[in-house]
């Protein structure tokens, strides 16, 4: 076997492939961090970090990075159900707001992390394939920008190449909970449009869309309809995105104030598990565990992913655990997940409110704790298990018909 020259290759530097590298250098471990793009790079994302995802940023000394590049704070997340809304505070005492960086902005303070905590980072690196010898992954081969076709070796490689992850394909692991795309949506920036701190989303039927704030005096809003409406809407998405506001008058006249600064991005997203390791090889981010991005989760579970498998791959080299005790380890922890991956794609799925689900939601609006505790449920503070446990709910509604009586 080629002697290794790392301890681990990342594939993909962006928000899974950038920290795991950074954490694992930050270890003293030999990392090599690929990516086929350059940085600063835009990717398509809506870019909303919840405050689980900004205490991360705090817990690895980023978050001033961020704030130091005019990125407004979210304060407040208000939705929009038509009869009422539903405005809390997503925030933690850890991280008490959200923050919208642009991609151009967030990927490449990440990027300049790993490579300031001694990961060898090489841009326009593209992967070709990944080396296997008698079932275990042993490296990569692949080429810089116009360079010939390289090999490196490492004890471990890992998939933080995104949705269409080559280390996926690769490995071929197990996938679970799998859900075709469930939503299509189109974005862009608008000046014009202030949102003074908050985060405003609209529930109208088969349409809804969001809007927040970003980097340089920008709002980014999206708008979104069901999958089934993909094919048709596509041919003429423009007329649909702008319609949709024609059901809420009050943002209709904002954003018709408003200038558009940028092209429209659209996309849609099918939701899956999959195993995150194997004999040689490790999955995290998109790679390993995607959901539609409705609620904003991808960046955030990004970054957990990073911290838990740099711990597992640190267990497992240090010699504490076997690796396929401390990367199960990993595994699991992720999987707890799955409450959100369900409200997510329920959520996504446009299905009309069960009559149950609305006198909930209508139990809810007024009550300033369950308003924040629904705001926190949908920015992945807590989980939707706990939100929506019976013992919860029934405190709800007891303080509902407390206030009426
Ligand atoms: C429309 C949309 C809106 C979203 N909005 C939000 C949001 O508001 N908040 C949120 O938290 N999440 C959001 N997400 C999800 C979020 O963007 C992703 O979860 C996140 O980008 C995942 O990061 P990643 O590092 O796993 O993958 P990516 O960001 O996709 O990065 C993968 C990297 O791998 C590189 N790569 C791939 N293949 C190779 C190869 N063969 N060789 C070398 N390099 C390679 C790519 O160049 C890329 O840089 C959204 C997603 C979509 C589609």
């Not at 959100?340 to 299905?351: K, L």
Request: aromatic share 12%; charged share 25%.
């Amino acid at each position: 076997m080629a002697k290794n020259r790392y301890d681990a290759i990342v594939v993909g530097a962006r928000c899974a492939g950038s920290p795991t590298a950074m954490l694992l250098a930050r270890k003293g471990y030999n990392v090599l961090l690929l990516d086929r793009g350059a940085f600063p790079s835009d990717t398509i994302s809506t870019h909303l970090v919840h405050p689980p995802g900004v205490a991360a940023l705090t817990r690895w000394g980023l978050l001033d990075r961020v704030v130091a590049t005019g990125c407004p704070p979210i304060h407040t997340y208000a939705f929009d159900l038509g009869p009422f809304v539903i405005r809390g505070n997503p925030g933690t005492q850890e991280a008490p707001v959200s923050y919208g960086p642009r991609r151009t902005v967030l990927d490449k303070l990440l990027v300049d992390a790993a490579s300031e905590a001694g990961a060898e980072v090489r841009e326009e690196f593209t992967v070709e394939e990944c080396v296997i010898e008698d079932g275990r992954v042993t490296g990569i081969r692949g080429h810089g920008k116009g360079g010939r076709t390289v090999t490196e070796n490492a004890r471990v490689v890992i998939g933080a190449d995104g949705l269409h992850s080559l280390v996926s394909r690769a490995v071929n692991p197990e996938a679970y909970h799998e859900k075709p795309p469930l939503m299509a949506s189109y974005y862009t920036y608008w000046s014009g449009l202030p949102m003074n701190g908050g985060f405003e989303a609209y529930d109208r039927g088969d349409r809804g869309w969001a809007a927040w704030p970003t980097n340089d005096d920008l709002t980014l809003v999206i708008v979104g309809w069901p999958y089934a409406q993909f094919e048709e809407n596509r041919k003429d998405y423009e007329r649909h995105y702008v319609e949709a506001f024609e059901r809420a008058p009050a943002f209709r006249d904002r954003i018709r104030a408003a200038t558009r600064e940028e092209r429209f991005v659209g996309m849609a997203v099918p939701n899956y598990f999959r195993k995150p390791y194997g004999p040689g090889w490790a999955l995290v981010g998109d790679a390993g565990y995607n959901k539609d991005y409705i609620t904003a989760q991808g960046i955030s579970d990004a970054f957990r992913d990073a911290e838990q498998v740099a711990d597992g791959i640190d267990q497992s080299f240090s010699g504490a655990r076997p690796f396929e005790d401390a990367m199960e380890t990993y595994r699991s922890k992720r999987d707890e997940r799955l409450p959100m991956f369900e409200f997510t794609c329920d959520f996504a799925s446009f299905n009309p409110p069960t009559p149950e689900k609305q006198q909930l939601m209508g139990a809810i609006h007024g009550n300033q704790e369950a308003m924040d505790g629904f705001v926190r449920m949908f920015a992945g503070v807590t989980s939707p298990a706990e939100f929506f446990s019976e013992e919860n709910i029934g405190r709800i509604f007891a303080a509902s018909s407390a206030n009426r009586a």
